[in-house]
């Protein structure tokens, strides 16, 4: 039979709007995050990362936040662009990497 | 610098075969961790290689093989072909453990 996607959350966010994507991960020992990007047709690209010493870190129109009490994450877009538009995913390391399944990002011009 | 590289980009093969994929690292890097995704589990970790040695292995069954070389290139090989093996296969590489990680753009599996 037909076999049944994963429902990704999307996000839709006009051209010039904050974006706001969300992760919650699983293991409180998790010590390193990663957010990547990924286009349709290629493999996901690394966007910023965080060690869980810190709770914040910026690169360019990017931030992401780490919430360690709450075991949340996420990744903050300034002024979105069309060429954002991709599904955002979360990875975990707690001796290998835990992929979350993702958020889908529709950025309406 | 070269980014990491898999070949091929597609394969169509029919239950029952068996296939290699390839993955290059980005120079400098010792571990490689492949992956399969699909629609309806999303990435799913299959086996992390560093310095020619298996570090880590998902849950997939015994098909489902890889090894490093000492110039850090991996090969996973999955053997009986089944109809589910139809996935993205994912290969990302890393100076190390728990370093960031850079992924292909992954070679298309189709079985028919």
């Known amino acids: 039979g037909e076999s049944v996607g994963l429902h990704l959350p999307t996000l839709s966010v006009q051209e010039g709007d904050n974006s706001i994507i969300n992760c919650a991960y699983s293991?409180?020992?998790?010590?390193?995050f990663i957010w990547y990007k990924q286009e349709s047709g290629k493999g996901p690209q690394f966007i910023i990362d965080i060690r869980s010493n810190m709770d914040k870190r910026q690169g360019q129109r990017v931030t992401v936040l780490l919430n360690k009490t709450v075991k949340h994450l996420s990744l903050q877009i300034a002024a979105t662009q069309p060429g954002d538009s991709a599904v955002y995913f979360c990875a975990e390391n707690y001796d290998k990497f835990y992929f979350g399944s993702g958020t889908k990002l529709n950025v309406k011009p | 610098k070269a980014g990491v590289t898999q070949t091929p980009r597609y394969l169509i093969k029919t239950r029952g075969q068996q296939v290699t994929l390839s993955c290059s690292p980005i120079?400098?890097?010792?571990?490689v961790s492949w992956y399969q995704q699909t629609p309806g589990q999303g990435l799913q970790f299959l086996f992390e290689y560093f310095s020619e040695t298996q570090r880590n292995k998902g849950n997939f069954p015994g098909r489902f093989s890889g090894r490093q070389f000492s110039n850090s290139r991996s090969e996973m090989n999955v053997s009986t072909l089944e109809l589910g093996d139809s996935a993205l296969y994912l290969c990302?590489?890393?100076?190390?453990?728990?370093?960031?990680?850079?992924f292909g753009d992954g070679t298309r599996l189709s079985i028919l």
């Open positions: 120079s400098g890097h010792r571990s």
């Open positions: 293991n409180s020992a998790s010590d390193y």
């Open positions: 990302a590489t890393s100076k190390g453990p728990n370093q960031p990680q850079h």
